[in-house]
């Protein structure tokens, strides 16, 4: 175990903001749904914004997981202080999140009630023509958060990490307060019910990519970057971004759509299961995110490491980490159990509705020691040592043999209750943490993905 204090206040301070992001956008979520849920009784509204945001986590997912990838590449060309390669980078990974976030949006406006059929059953007529109101205004948002992703990820491989504060701050306090004007229709505007909540998603994205962009360009001093470094495209930077970086976005991104299709199983279920994971999702978020957060920072710590070629200390990081994340899997678990009936209580849920995710929280939530121990190998320790092709490896194995398989098979064969359904959906969290423990005996997952010579 490391016992330099240095070491902790290094990985606290490059997560804790991005902790703090990811809290208040969950915030903002919650608070979206929870004004949402308050439009009808029924929860329709409710079960269309939720089943519309399967999409929107898929998109914003892989975003994450494409910005993520080059983290792994500019934190061990931080470890060399080789800032001339990593411009290129920059540039490489900016353009493929502008890409993928066009590229969705023009989908979702060309074929809306196309793409909303994957998620939400042909039968729920009403929940659909909800979702066709939201939908193709939320997907003007993915632009404007693609570029955020990618800034963000460019300076947390720096380890500036002080601009997520900031951004997340605006955003929250932007999207909260259009949210409750939008919504309801307050200081003299109409009331839009889903309409306004999607529109101040979109305000919100765009004055919180603002913040980033100013002080990505005219504030921090550690990346000495101007708007035209991100158009000056290498052949090697995409090389190597394609090598090291991309899998941890296509790790991302098809975990991501694994997601999206176990919603398609849930959106078979009707309302009352709808609603139910809906809340219950959220609860398993708010249980997680500092988790991933914490990961993030030690990918960046390690990568360091890894990119300074000191892999005596990259050993020692490792079994830090993993003992750390293992305790605050067991502690997160135990809050998650003992807070879900006040939580679900936050949502005015009618009696079997929350009834059924009381039920769900209370069979999974020991499935959160699994997810935060893993989640520690693959997305800190192996991610930032560039072992990020086996984790996709990994990842599609469990998704696609295991987890959708299973959840089908529960669901339209079976047909279990519909608790051990959404268990099926989180099998895979029960077996992961026994692949990453293995991986990280010996030396295999080290790899130094750093080009030696300055261009």
Request: glycine share 8%; hydrophobic share 55%; aromatic share 10%.
């Amino acid at each position: 175990m490391i016992r330099d204090k240095a070491f902790y206040r290094n990985i606290l301070r490059l997560s804790l903001p991005a902790a703090f992001q990811a809290l208040m956008s969950l915030v903002v979520v919650m608070a979206d749904n929870v004004m949402v849920a308050s439009l009808d009784p029924l929860g329709l509204s409710l079960a269309a914004v939720s089943q519309s945001n399967a999409v929107t986590n898929f998109v914003n997912a892989s975003l994450t997981g494409l910005a993520g990838g080059g983290v792994v590449l500019v934190a061990q060309y931080w470890g060399k202080r080789d800032m001339a390669r990593i411009k290129p980078v920059c540039a490489a990974i900016t353009t493929a999140c502008i890409g993928l976030a066009l590229a969705v949006t023009a989908l979702v406006l060309l074929f809306p009630a196309q793409v909303l059929r994957l998620v939400i059953s042909g039968k729920e007529r009403e929940i659909t023509a909800l979702a066709l109101q939201y939908l193709p205004i939320l997907c003007l948002s993915y632009l404007p958060f693609a570029l955020t992703a990618a800034m963000i990820g460019m300076l947390r491989g720096v380890e500036v990490v002080r601009v997520t504060l900031y951004a997340t701050a605006v955003s929250l306090i932007t999207n909260i307060t259009l949210n409750y004007i939008l919504i309801f229709g307050k200081l003299g505007l109409p009331a839009l019910g889903v309409r306004g909540a999607a529109i101040a998603t979109v305000l919100a994205r765009l004055i919180e990519a603002a913040v980033v962009a100013y002080y990505l360009f005219f504030r921090q001093q550690a990346l000495p970057l101007r708007p035209r470094d991100l158009a000056r495209h290498r052949r090697w930077a995409w090389q190597d971004y394609a090598r090291y970086g991309l899998p941890v976005g296509l790790t991302d991104a098809q975990w991501a759509l694994v997601g999206m299709l176990k919603m398609v199983i849930i959106g078979q279920m009707g309302r009352v299961m709808i609603n139910a994971v809906a809340v219950t999702d959220m609860l398993f978020n708010l249980g997680t995110l500092f988790t991933f957060s914490l990961a993030g920072g030690a990918a960046v710590v390690v990568g360091k490491a890894v990119g300074a070629g000191d892999y005596a200390l990259v050993h020692a990081y490792s079994r830090t980490i993993q003992g750390m994340f293992l305790i605050i899997g067991v502690v997160m678990s135990l809050v998650v159990f003992l807070l879900r009936w006040p939580f679900i209580g936050l949502y005015g849920l009618e009696g079997q509705t929350a009834a059924l995710t009381a039920s769900m929280v209370a069979i999974c939530a020991p499935t959160l020691i699994g997810t935060t121990y893993h989640a520690s190998c693959f997305v800190g320790i192996n991610r930032g040592a560039g072992d990020s092709r086996f984790v996709m490896l990994v990842d599609m194995i469990c998704g696609w043999l295991v987890v959708l398989p299973l959840a089908a098979l529960s669901a339209f064969v079976l047909h279990l209750p519909l608790q051990w359904i959404y268990f099926m959906t989180r099998i895979d969290q029960t077996f992961k943490w026994i692949i990453a423990w293995l991986r990280l005996r010996g030396d295999r997952w080290i790899h130094n993905v750093t080009r030696e010579a300055a261009p």
